[in-house]
């Protein structure tokens, strides 16, 4: 195990004893994917998605696109808490990985392990990274090498992708 993996697996036990201790509605309803645990996210079809996004997260998380830089109130939000996949509750970013990277969107230089996937992106004539939540296959932006240590990546996320939840 490396360095980066150890640190982030330390982390996580020690706030999750910290929440567990601290604030038991936090650890058992904030970190998991919520109340829709049974739910076949891979099989929810575009309907049932339209039913339950509004039109902007359903054109973020299902059809990929991108909200306007500068748009989402989530660019200004650093309070402590957990970002979680606007389409299905999942948790994919610790309040204490994000920066402001100065792009208009949410970035993070790190998310919570095996909450994300990527494909390739070749769209606009150029090669990028994508990467969505691995519960719903919900896309939620691109990474790039240029972010901050200890990672040197930049999820650059939609803020209509996330929903933040502060630890309370």
């Known amino acids: ?6 640190i982030i697996k330390v982390s996580l036990a020690v706030t999750g004893f910290s929440l567990i201790v601290l604030t038991p509605s936090f650890a058992q309803n904030e970190i998991t994917i919520g109340d829709d645990m049974d739910i076949d996210w891979k099989s929810i079809t575009d309907e049932q998605w339209k039913e339950r996004l509004t039109t902007e ?15 989402s109130s989530l660019n200004k939000e650093y ?4 970002y979680h996949c606007a389409g299905c509750d999942t948790a994919l970013f610790l309040s204490e990985t ?33 990467y969505h939540c691995s519960t719903c296959l919900g896309h939620q932006g691109h ?10 990546l930049r999820y650059c996320n939609n803020g209509d992708g996330l929903v933040f939840k502060p630890m309370v």
Do not use: C, H
């Not at 195990?1 to 150890?6: A, H, K, L, S, V």
């Not at 949410?106 to 004539?125: H, R």
């Not at 990474?143 to 040197?152: E, M, Y």
């Open 1 to 6: 195990m490396n360095r980066r993996n150890f």
């Open 57 to 71: 997260q359903y054109y973020i998380l299902r059809e990929s696109g991108t909200e306007r830089p500068g748009s």
């Open 79 to 82: 309070s402590e808490g957990v």
């Open 98 to 130: 994000k920066y402001y990277s100065g792009t208009g969107w949410p970035s993070f230089y790190d998310f919570i392990p095996g909450s994300l996937g990527t494909k390739p992106d070749n769209s606009f004539f150029m090669r990028r990274t994508e």
């Open 143 to 152: 990474v790039f090498a240029d972010g901050p240590q200890p990672t040197g």
